[in-house]
Each structure stands twice: as structure tokens, then as C-alpha cells.
């Protein structure tokens, strides 16, 4: 967009007060279960290169920490579910097979004046782009911070002040969609007894550096006598449209103060050229905490996912998203769980809050369903994973439990947060976070390959581990995955640990669930610098693993025949093209 349109907008949308274009935005009447509510909302188009300074929020923060919780109206609800009893479905394991081979590492955002962060991330072509609470930044990918801002409107300006955000926005959470190379980011907001709102911006391009088109929505929904405010949200895509979730708590009236699931979805054209937003709202009185599918390939409909019960996972989609929306569920019976019930240990005595069973994240990818979540399992946290087959539900048939297995390591430690996601090649790739009463909290990766078995993963790798205990508060509500679209193969995770005196900070990695062949550095390349680390693992392989601790001996064995000797010679000289 060049700098005229920039200005004309702009002053056209002066002549507009946000307050009365927000008024003009009625709550949807969700009383009834199946009902459709229906709105619409202007934009406001920005160019972040006019941002000065471009580099806003300091991280870390050195003021004081405000728990987000305080913030919120009450948003508690009873976790209850089916109690079913005990089944004998397999659950995997890990094994001591190495799946996660990590490149690139660099921290992301670290302390705000918020805890806990809630880290997301997204990466595109050359960028990468990551929201905590309050705040977010933008990367190249060798980790130099290009653009940082706060979300609210403690920012000069604040990322979504410009469309009327307040002072208080929460549970930011941004993806990459691969297929309009746009970036999309999400932030909620709530005030008193009036005000409830979900904001969304889509950059003009795969550059995050630029143009985008904001949106506020009014989230204000009607129940009977009583409406409604949004939390906790789910926020996914497909070709089609982009998807919010969110748990409903009551703002004001004298109904129940729950009011299930809201589901929102944006027809994403208008979004991609800066027109005004539509959108469409269903609701789900019985399910909680769902969240919603990032897609890869033609998916038979959006895809959302709570757990349902001890044995049950359930999965929801919308028939005729665009048009006609109607949501459907199926129930997947998976091996038996209960919710992690207590904190995980740190060291130095803390204990951290590890959340509960909710789910963390879903991808799709050409009828391959992965999820993941916390359960309690051998006395402790644990996460969980399964890989759910769609087939062509809910057109016909029913999705089928594949396989699904825990991630858990040595005796006395504890896992949670299991972030999931699947690559062109069937590789599965996994960020997790691990303590225990010996060690600090880390950020752990983990993966397996398609000709595993059935529910295992590799042995956990660890990324980036803290450097304190931590302050008590709760660890936070997720940790992030995705795939590079470059190549479609190379995963990119972002999880939270412990630095300095008990602050919150975040870390970035991209990691291969396979090696490069030939890549004896693990640089990422097959080249000349290869050479002397190929001949330094011949030599004397206990140097040449501590000399690239992103390696190990097995990856100079560059002829898989399970040793590192003179056979490898021959393959690496063809590797490098001699």
C-alpha cells in the first residue's frame, strides 16, 4: 500500500469515531443452542513502519507484575466431566531415539508488566512473529528483533489501541496462514459489566514489518436475560475462514455463570484486502476450553477440540462455515485419563501450577487430527498426545483414534503444555514443559517419524532451561508450535522458563525431527564447514559432541549403517557434490 491510500484512509476514518462505530455493533442473542448470530465491523488500517521508535517494549520489565486473573470478571466453572470407567487402550511412550534436532535458538519476548505470558508464535517466509500478554514482536529469523509493542494501550500507541483497545488486553495468541502468506493476531479484552471484545489484525502481506488491517468486534453475547463476556480463546484457519473460540462467563444478569462455548467465524476475504469484517457466531452449551484447528490441505470443515470425558476427546466442526453454519461433534474414545491435580516441583522449592486437562493445541493435515493436553499419570503431570484419523467426517463416517502416547521423563519428573504439529513428511514435532524437584523448568522437544511406532516419541531435547525458581504465579495456559512454510519440514516452537530473580522469559527454537544428512555441524546446511567437523567426529567423537551440542555422534554416520567410520567417507564427499 503506498503512502496516499495510507493517508486517505486514515483520514477518512477520522471522520468516524471508533466509540460510535463500536456502538453501532449489537451483542448476539445465542439463548437458543443451534441459533446464529450475525455482525459486522470497520477497519482500520495501519502501517507499523510509522511506528516510532519501532523497537517500544523493553523487555524485561522492572516495575511491578499484575496477575491477568485479577483483571477478569469471576471465570471459574466446575470441571466436570463424564466419569467413564477405566479402558486398556494403548498409550505410547517415549523412547531413547533422538527426534529433535534443533537449529535456530534465540529468546523471544521476556518479562512484561503481566504474568503469565501465554507465548504464541508464527512464522512465515522470512519473519517470525510472537504475542505475550501484553505484548508482541516481530523477528527475522536469525532472531533480530525488528518491531516491538505493547497490545494494549500502554503502547505509544498500542497495537490495538488504534482501534479502540483499552488498557487491558489479554490472551493474545497470532498464526501464519500459509495460504494468503498473511500473519493474523488475536487479542481479547473485557471491562466491567459492559464491555467484552475480540480484536483481530491480518497483515497486507508476509511481512509483518507493514500494513495491517485491525478489527474490533464486539464479544457481548446474549443468553436469556444475562450476557456474556469471552475467555481463554481458540484461534485457528483453514481456506476458507479464520476461527475464534471462547469460553463464556457472565458479565451481567441473573442467569448461570456459565454459558459454554462461543464460536466465531470471519469470512476471511474481506480480512485480506482491508474491507470490514463479518463474522458469524454459534454456541455450544456443554463443552469447554475448545480450541481450534490450524489446517493443511482441503479440509472437509473447520475443526475444534475439547475433552469430553475420562475416555473421551471430542471433536466439533462446522458444516457450511461461510453460509450456512451448523456445528457437529463426534466423540473419539482414547486411552484413560484424569487431570494432573497437583503442581509440578522446581528447583529451589517453587512449585509451579501446571493448569488442568484442557486442551492445549490442534493442527489437521489431509485428515490427520493431532492434539495434545495434561493428565495425571504414574503420581504426576504428563503430557498427552493423540493423532486422530477424520477421514470424511463429518460428511460421512467417524473420526478414529490412530494412536496417542505420553510424554513423560525419568522417575520424580513432570510434564505439561504439549504443543503439537505435523509436517509435509508425516513427521510429528512436540514442545513441552519439564521440571522436577532437581531441576529448573525447561523447554523440552521432542518428535517422532513416520515409521515409529505406534504412540511413541523420541527422547526429549532440551532448548532452553531457567536460570531461578519461579514467583509463584501460574506458569501460564500454553506453549506454541508450528511449521516453517518455507519448507514445510522444519518445526518452530516457543515455550516460558525462569530468568533472573524469578522473572518469566521466552525462548524460540526451530528444530528437524530428522537430521540433514551430511549437516555434521548442524548448522542447517551441507557444506564446507562441514569438513572439519566430519573429521573431528572421526577422530575423536567424545570432542566433537561437546564442540556441537546440537549434535551427536550419530549424526556424522552419514551411510546409516550405525557407525561413524571410513564408509561414511564416500557419502559425505557425494553429499557435498564431490
Known amino acids: 500500500m503506498n503512502a496516499v491510500r495510507l493517508s486517505c484512509c486514515a483520514l477518512l476514518l477520522a471522520a468516524v469515531p471508533w466509540a460510535l462505530a463500536q456502538e453501532s455493533q449489537p451483542a448476539s442473542d445465542l439463548t437458543e443452542i443451534g441459533a446464529v448470530g450475525h455482525g459486522t465491523t470497520p477497519?482500520?488500517?495501519?502501517?507499523?513502519?510509522?511506528?516510532?521508535?519501532?523497537?517500544?517494549?523493553?523487555?524485561?520489565?522492572?516495575?511491578?507484575?499484575q496477575l491477568v486473573k485479577n483483571q477478569l470478571p469471576p471465570h471459574k466453572r466446575a470441571k466436570v466431566r463424564w466419569?467413564?470407567?477405566?479402558?486398556?487402550?494403548?498409550?505410547?511412550?517415549?523412547?531413547?531415539?533422538?527426534?529433535?534436532?534443533?537449529?535456530?535458538?534465540?529468546?523471544?519476548?521476556?518479562?512484561?508488566a503481566w504474568s503469565p505470558p501465554d507465548p504464541t508464535l508464527a512464522v512465515g517466509v522470512d519473519h517470525v512473529v510472537s504475542t505475550v500478554n501484553m505484548a508482541l514482536a516481530f523477528y527475522t529469523k536469525d532472531g533480530t528483533l525488528t518491531f516491538s509493542q505493547n497490545l494494549d494501550s500502554t503502547g505509544n500507541p498500542g497495537f490495538f489501541e488504534t482501534v479502540g483497545g483499552g488498557d487491558f488486553t489479554f490472551d493474545p495468541k497470532c498464526f501464519y496462514d500459509h495460504y494468503e502468506d498473511r500473519f493474523v493476531i488475536l487479542a481479547l479484552e473485557t471491562y466491567g459489566t459492559t464491555e467484552s471484545w475480540i480484536s483481530i489484525a491480518v497483515s497486507d502481506d508476509g511481512d509483518p514489518n507493514g500494513v495491517w488491517y485491525k478489527y474490533r468486534t464486539n464479544s457481548v453475547i446474549q443468553i436469556g436475560s444475562s450476557t456474556y463476556w469471552v475467555d481463554y480463546p481458540g484461534l485457528g484457519f483453514d481456506h476458507r475462514g479464520y476461527y475464534v473460540t471462547g469460553n463464556l462467563f457472565k458479565l451481567s444478569g441473573g442467569?448461570?455463570?456459565?454459558?459454554?462455548?462461543?464460536?466465531?467465524?470471519?469470512?476471511?476475504?474481506?480480512?485480506?484486502?482491508?474491507?470490514?469484517?463479518?463474522?458469524?457466531?454459534?454456541?455450544?452449551?456443554y463443552a469447554g476450553s475448545v480450541q481450534a484447528a490450524q489446517c493443511h490441505g482441503t479440509a472437509q470443515a473447520p475443526f475444534f477440540v475439547d475433552d469430553a470425558g475420562n475416555t473421551s476427546i471430542r471433536i466439533h466442526a462446522i458444516q457450511n462455515p461461510l453460509t450456512n453454519p451448523v456445528k457437529v461433534t463426534a466423540t473419539v474414545t482414547v486411552p484413560y485419563f484424569d487431570y494432573p491435580w497437583d503442581s509440578a516441583p522446581n528447583l529451589g522449592g517453587d512449585e509451579i501450577d501446571v493448569l488442568d486437562g484442557r486442551i492445549i493445541n490442534v493442527h489437521w493435515r489431509?485428515?490427520?487430527?493431532?492434539?495434545?493436553?495434561?493428565?495425571?499419570?504414574?503420581?504426576?503431570?504428563?503430557?498427552?498426545w493423540y493423532h486422530i484419523d477424520t477421514g470424511n467426517w463429518p460428511t460421512s463416517g467417524s473420526p478414529t483414534l490412530v494412536q496417542s502416547g505420553d510424554v513423560a521423563g525419568g522417575t520424580g519428573v513432570y510434564t505439561w503444555f504439549p504443543a503439537i504439529f505435523q509436517n509435509a513428511a508425516g513427521e510429528v514435532g512436540l514442545v513441552t514443559?519439564?521440571?522436577?524437584?532437581?531441576?529448573?523448568?525447561?523447554?523440552?522437544?521432542?518428535?517422532?517419524?513416520?515409521?515409529?511406532?505406534?504412540?511413541?516419541?523420541?527422547?526429549?531435547?532440551?532448548?532452553?532451561?531457567?536460570?531461578?525458581?519461579?514467583?509463584?504465579?501460574?506458569?501460564?495456559?500454553?506453549?506454541?508450535?508450528?511449521?516453517?512454510?518455507?519448507?514445510?519440514?522444519?518445526?518452530?516452537?516457543?515455550?516460558?522458563?525462569?530468568?533472573?530473580?524469578?522473572?518469566?522469559?521466552?525462548?524460540?527454537?526451530?528444530?528437524?525431527?530428522?537430521?540433514?544428512?551430511g549437516d555434521v555441524n548442524c548448522d542447517g546446511a551441507v557444506n564446507g564447514f562441514d569438513i572439519d567437523a566430519f573429521v573431528l567426529a572421526l577422530d575423536d567423537p567424545t570432542t566433537y559432541e561437546a564442540s556441537f551440542p546440537l549434535c551427536d555422534i550419530r549424526t556424522a554416520d552419514v551411510n546409516d549403517d550405525g557407525s561413524v567410520n571410513g564408509f561414511d567417507i564416500d557419502a559425505f564427499v557425494a553429499l557435498l557434490g564431490g
Request: proline content about 6%.
Open 255 to 285: 442467569g448461570s455463570g456459565w454459558g459454554g462455548v462461543l464460536f466465531r467465524i470471519f469470512d476471511k476475504t474481506p480480512l485480506l484486502g482491508g474491507n470490514p469484517a463479518a463474522w458469524s457466531d454459534l454456541r455450544d452449551g
Open 43 to 65: 477497519v482500520e488500517i495501519i502501517d507499523t513502519r510509522l511506528v516510532e521508535p519501532q523497537i517500544q517494549a523493553e523487555f524485561p520489565w522492572d516495575g511491578p507484575v
Open 433 to 517: 514443559a519439564m521440571s522436577s524437584a532437581t531441576t529448573y523448568a525447561s523447554v523440552q522437544i521432542t518428535g517422532r517419524q513416520p515409521g515409529d511406532p505406534l504412540g511413541t516419541m523420541g527422547a526429549l531435547t532440551e532448548v532452553a532451561i531457567g536460570s531461578s525458581g519461579y514467583n509463584g504465579y501460574r506458569w501460564g495456559d500454553y506453549f506454541d508450535i508450528c511449521v516453517d512454510p518455507t519448507n514445510d519440514s522444519t518445526f518452530w516452537a516457543i515455550g516460558e522458563y525462569a530468568n533472573g530473580s524469578g522473572n518469566w522469559g521466552t525462548w524460540i527454537t526451530s528444530f528437524l525431527v530428522s537430521p540433514i544428512k
Open 366 to 384: 489431509d485428515g490427520n487430527l493431532y492434539t495434545g493436553h495434561g493428565v495425571f499419570a504414574g503420581g504426576r503431570a504428563v503430557s498427552r
Open 83 to 112: 466419569q467413564q470407567e477405566a479402558n486398556d487402550l494403548p498409550v505410547g511412550e517415549l523412547t531413547s531415539a533422538r527426534r529433535g534436532y534443533a537449529g535456530m535458538l534465540f529468546p523471544g519476548i521476556q518479562q512484561t
